[in-house]
């Protein structure tokens, strides 16, 4: 399980593509933040600025099979987020997210796409944002305790 990063100011409705390291938001050339799409300037950075990031973990797909809103089947156990982490269940070319799949289960019924099978997308978001210093071109992470 490789953690992907964001700002945490770029969580929104249009999530931008995650990133494998804070590092990799610095923008190329300049000390400042990359934007969230390419169609804006990067955000500039002052020595010692804190920006915090959020993580995600993919923890695979799945396939979820919904009788009504109570009774549900999966092909395989869902995992457990790693600590720090909540869950999230995506379906596949759906905005729709849950947080379980007793949650997914009832948004499917009470959505009118009824009883049927829906392959999932499953990860899991910090809880907390994590800060880090932004010293000498790089994120340096702060210490939370």
């Known amino acids: 399980m490789s953690k992907k990063w964001l700002p945490a100011d770029y969580q929104d409705e249009m999530i931008p593509d995650l990133r494998d390291s804070p590092d990799d938001w610095v923008a190329p050339g300049c000390a400042g933040l990359a934007a969230a799409d390419e169609e804006c300037d990067p955000m500039p950075l002052t020595e010692g600025e804190v920006v915090k990031f959020d993580w995600c973990v993919s923890l695979g797909r799945n396939r979820i099979t919904v009788t009504d809103s109570d009774t549900w089947t999966c092909d395989a156990d869902i995992p457990s987020p790693p600590e720090g982490g909540h869950l999230c269940i995506r379906v596949i070319g759906d905005d729709r997210?849950?947080?379980s799949a007793d949650d997914l289960a009832r948004q499917v019924i009470i959505d009118g796409d009824g009883p049927g099978s829906y392959e999932v997308n499953i990860y899991a978001w910090s809880?907390?944002?994590?800060p880090f210093e932004f010293r000498d071109g790089r994120f340096h992470i702060l210490s939370t305790g």
Do not use: E, K
């Not at 809880?127 to 994590?130: A, D, F, G, K």
């Open 127 to 130: 809880w907390r944002s994590v």
């Open 97 to 99: 997210i849950a947080d």
